[in-house]
């Protein structure tokens, strides 16, 4: 089974502080994905990448940035968490890009910023 | 722009009853079409997965169908049990340009009574 890990389930971090979110694949996908979920909005696309090295935005990539320097991990850093980040954050997988390729998710973020 | 809507938004039905719930989607340039579950405070599950080329898939008690041309997916759920209960979202994978994240929907919230 293909497993999605993300490092923390639950964070607290202040207004302006740097934050990190860690993710993890263990099947060896190429492709990589940050969401936030927020009610009444449902599951909205930060960021992607297609391969190590390599990233593209999203529908809402404004106050965040991300990092792929191997290809298991996929990292999305607020640079200065503000009170609008407080959200449920979601990383997922994909082998490729393809008609029959699973979407895998991780168990979730919930940040809150004070 | 790709838009994906789910109605109900909520439904609660006693157990043992057969559910269905929809889902449509504006943009019939599609690569597939992906159902998941969530449960409260956790990650998604990927249910089924539908290529734009098939009508359905089923597994166990869940069958999912596609008419691409119409825009519309349902998920039909037979012998519903209160281990069911959870939120449902449908989300698509475009096969035109744009980022290349799932678009979702909001969800069904799904309440199965004892």
């Known amino acids: 089974d293909v497993k999605v890990t993300q490092s923390s389930r639950y964070l607290v971090k202040r207004t302006g502080e740097k934050v990190f979110l860690e993710c993890v694949q263990d099947?060896?996908?190429?492709?990589m994905f940050w969401y936030r979920q927020d009610p009444g909005l449902g599951l909205r696309l930060i960021y992607f990448?297609?391969?190590?090295?390599?990233?593209e935005k999203g529908d809402i990539p404004e106050g965040y940035s991300v990092s792929r320097e191997k290809k298991e991990r996929f990292s999305l850093i607020l640079e200065s968490a503000s009170t609008n980040q407080t959200s449920m954050y979601l990383c997922?997988?994909?082998?490729?890009?393809?008609?029959?390729?699973?979407?895998?998710f991780g168990a979730g973020t919930r940040l809150s910023v004070l | 722009k790709q838009e994906v809507t789910q109605i109900p938004a909520a439904l609660s039905v006693p157990e043992g009853e057969n559910l269905v719930l929809n889902c449509s989607f504006t943009?019939?340039?599609?690569?597939?079409l992906q159902w998941f579950r969530q449960d409260p405070g956790k990650g998604l599950t990927s249910l089924l997965l539908?290529?734009?080329?098939?009508r359905e898939q089923t597994s166990g008690r869940l069958n999912a169908s596609l008419d691409k041309s119409s825009g519309r997916s349902t998920l039909y759920i037979a012998a519903s049990q209160p281990g069911d209960s959870a939120t449902y979202l449908c989300?698509?994978?475009?096969?035109?340009?744009?980022?290349?994240?799932?678009?979702f929907g909001k969800g069904t919230h799904l309440i199965i009574q004892p």
């Open positions: 997922a997988s994909r082998l490729e890009r393809g008609a029959k390729n699973i979407q895998y």
């Open positions: 099947m060896d996908h190429e492709n």
């Open positions: 990448s297609y391969d190590v090295k390599m990233k």
């Open positions: 943009d019939s340039a599609i690569y597939n």
């Open positions: 539908i290529q734009s080329s098939q």
């Open positions: 989300a698509v994978l475009n096969s035109g340009g744009g980022a290349d994240g799932l678009t």
